[in-house]
């Protein structure tokens, strides 16, 4: 259990009332000088600066948005700089850089004089959640998501200082328990791929094979699916499912929707910050029942497809293609089915290749597998208890790894704005360990702001 210091001072900062006798207060321009060095040839490494990792490798992160023809006259970074997303620093968008790089003119770039400090101290005061209010006062604009903290603005806010040797020991206790709370951390996320994986698996044999094991089977005639019950149908989508697309001048008090992880969401378009389209005349009015896919990343990642069913009414943008099935075929199965798909197989089954444009009559010609409606009906029964089950363990280990993480934001604040005194603490030798990021949680560009 530990204890805080035996001596406080008063500072009375708005987000730390005191700290340990010993430490100090001081500006931040007494630490850091700004940084503008330039690429010559912009060859050496893209940069981004993420909310929830820091400074990362661009490469390492799934982001959509533009990418500039040339990097020349880039920023250059080096190990050990702090970097600063000016829109984003309120949003914890900074830390240390542990790469040599390039980044946006628009970032900041500050380095400390002399090694006046131990950057891994201030990497995890900087980013903690106390510290964060300063950067978020500091930081000015109409527009919340326009919020820009100015250089001068961070080179003269407060910032708290133990002495060297303090520093480095909160450095070696926070690595060595951050590294122990990563490798919890990391290991029930690995619980709930596996958890995704086993649920998808479930689904797709029973959407493709069936719930009767002993049934006989027929070739169904496609290389990578195989056998298939032999009273099922192998049927076009444009046999089962027609495109619905009305243009409306009058939706503009509809629900507006939008697809998340295979979620139908609502977007409150009276709240929705942002500049919205001057008309929805292009935008598709969606009903309940209606499957929802979004083609356009298919453009990025051939290997899954998004798909959702749609439980309400409302209007999606004409991103999406939406489909009303017939009667041979139930909204719920028909979901399922094409949540089964590897669309990198069928597209390249079909001879289509990698396409930049996709629609709705370039997958009409999807085989599906149609089983008698009544069957439909008991495999899609099972395959939502099979999710719910799942989904409740998911949910269940999701939480668990929300305590750690707030486990971890806590000591990490509580160590390093003096709360807690760790001076006396034996730190053993360990295996550092990063909280990984994991194909459901990559990047985006919400997380990133781009190079521009």
């Known amino acids: 259990m530990l204890e805080g210091y035996r001596e406080y001072k008063d500072i ?18 007494s630490l850091f000088i700004p940084i503008n060095e330039r690429s010559q040839k912009g060859k ?15 490469k390492n992160a799934t ?19 702090l970097v600063i997303n000016s829109l984003w620093a309120w949003q914890t968008g900074l830390g ?11 970032y900041s770039v500050f380095r400390l004089k002399n090694l006046c400090a131990n950057y891994k101290f201030l990497h995890y005061l900087l980013r903690g959640t106390d510290y964060q209010w300063e950067l978020q006062v500091r930081s000015k604009g109409i527009w919340r998501s326009r919020y820009q903290l100015s250089d001068n603005s961070f080179l003269d806010s407060p910032i708290i200082l133990p002495p060297q040797l303090e520093q480095d020991q909160i450095v070696r206790y926070l690595d ?47 290389e990578w699916l195989g056998k298939i019950p032999a009273h099922w149908n192998i049927l076009y989508l444009s046999q089962v499912a027609e495109e619905q697309y009305i243009s409306n001048n009058e939706i503009h008090n509809q629900n507006l929707l939008s697809l998340s992880y295979g979620n139908i969401v609502n977007k409150d378009i009276n709240t929705t910050e942002g500049l919205l389209p001057a008309s929805f005349d292009t935008y598709q009015i969606v009903n309940h029942g209606n499957v929802i896919l979004r083609l356009t990343d298919l453009q990025n990642d051939w290997k899954s497809l998004r798909v959702g069913l749609a439980t309400q009414t409302g209007i999606i ?16 199965y028909l979901y399922l089915l094409l949540h089964s798909f590897d669309i990198r197989k069928v597209f390249y089954g079909m001879g289509g290749g990698v396409r930049q444009s996709i629609g709705y009559k370039e997958i009409r010609k999807l085989l599906l597998l149609v089983p008698p409606q009544t069957e439909q009906q008991k495999i899609s029964n099972y395959c939502k ?17 929300n305590l750690l993480q707030e486990y971890r934001t806590r000591l990490i604040s509580d160590v390093v704005t003096g709360k807690v005194n ?18 459901n949680e990559q990047e985006t560009d919400a997380d990133i702001i781009p190079n521009q």
């Open 12 to 29: 009375n900062l708005p987000w730390l009332k005191s700290i340990p006798k010993n430490w100090d207060m001081k500006r931040t321009k």
């Open 63 to 81: 982001v959509t948005m533009f990418k500039a023809a040339s990097y020349e006259d880039y920023k250059l970074c080096w190990k050990n700089d």
């Open 176 to 222: 060595w328990k951050v590294s122990m709370i990563n490798k919890y951390i990391n290991a029930k996320k690995k619980q709930v791929e596996l958890l995704k994986e086993h649920k998808q698996a479930i689904i797709n044999q029973a959407v493709t094979k069936g719930l009767d094991m002993n049934v006989p089977m027929k070739d169904s005639g496609i």
């Open 96 to 106: 240390f850089s542990p790469y040599h790089g390039i980044i946006s003119t628009a």
């Open 44 to 58: 050496e490494e893209l940069l981004s600066v993420s909310s929830k990792y820091g400074v990362i490798k661009r």
């Open 422 to 439: 760790v001076q006396n603490v034996k730190v053993p030798e360990f295996e550092a360990e990063n909280d990984e990021l994991s194909d």
């Open 317 to 332: 943008t004409s991103a999406y293609v939406c489909l009303f099935c017939k009667d041979t075929i139930l909204p719920e």
């Open 385 to 401: 208890d099979i999710v719910v089950e799942i989904g409740n363990n998911i949910n269940h280990i999701e939480k668990t790894i």
